[in-house]
């Protein structure tokens, strides 16, 4: 029987009819969630990822404010707009979308960043407070990567759960969260020998490595759930994982689809992070 389909898309609609619930009555109390994008050159893929962002804070109920500036902006200029954006009360959460031009320092725009405007959890003090288990801001793929679990209705509580990549952004965050989450973690990465070792013992499969096919359906333990990551593309173009999916489905017990699992997620948590920054500052002024 084949794996039941985890839908990144529907359970993301049903998160941002709430986060539109709570910013309604944010802005009732005074206080409208507004998220600051900061866009600087004219990457491509970057303004359909900004586009998105923007598109999507207009739905629920967020203000939005969109800065863009050339590829020859400087980073003191960058590092003075963060200040700028970090002494605003009115912006709650600011997101400088990556890449960034060569001339300037993604770690130190990064940790420029206030961490109580950090929504997308990437600064070293937003990981810190990630890996003590302190309230903060989690990173919003594998936060949304834990919703989707959720979402199957499965506790995570004694399962073995194996993470497939190492990065900053998805594979040590993910790893960290499962384990708050009570599961036993292995993480495997490029230099971990016969992979499919490890995935065969795994209840819980995370596939984060950008490489298509790495997860192949004799890698799978029957009944699995499967996250997959990855957005890769095919020899035809076409949007793919790092999952052989028709294959793992028939395999796994329930199995995220690309696309349409993982990244409608990852948008919906930098809505919810900002969402709670608001609500966090709503406090401060209560």
Known sequence: MPANLISGTQLSQEIRVDIARRAARSSSAGVQPGLAVILVGDDPASHVYVRNKVQACA????????????????????LAQIAALNADPAVHGILVQMPLPPQID????????????????????????????????????????????????????????????????????MALLLLQANATVTICHSN????????RQADVVVAAVGRRNTVTADMIKPGAIVIDVG??????????????????????????????????????????????????AQGKIA
């Open 106 to 173: 993604p770690n130190a725009v990064i940790a420029a960043i206030s961490t109580a405007k950090d929504v997308d959890g990437y600064s070293v003090l937003s990981a810190g407070e990630l890996l003590t288990g302190a309230p903060g801001f989690r990173p919003c793929t594998p936060y949304g990567c834990m919703k989707l679990i959720e979402s199957t209705g499965i506790s995570l509580k004694g399962k073995h759960a194996v993470v497939i990549g190492r990065s900053n952004t998805v594979g040590k965050p």
């Open 192 to 199: 971990t020998p016969d992979l499919g070792l490890h995935t």
């Open 231 to 280: 957005m890769n593309r095919d020899e035809a173009g076409k949007l793919c994982g790092d999952v052989d999916f028709a294959g793992v489905r028939e395999v796994a017990g329930a199995i995220t689809p690309v696309p349409g699992g993982v990244g409608p997620m990852t948008i919906t948590m930098l809505l919810l992070n900002t969402i709670e920054a608001a609500e966090a």
């Open 59 to 78: 739905a629920t109920g967020i203000r939005s404010v969109l800065e863009r500036h050339p590829a020859s902006l400087t980073q003191a200029a960058l």
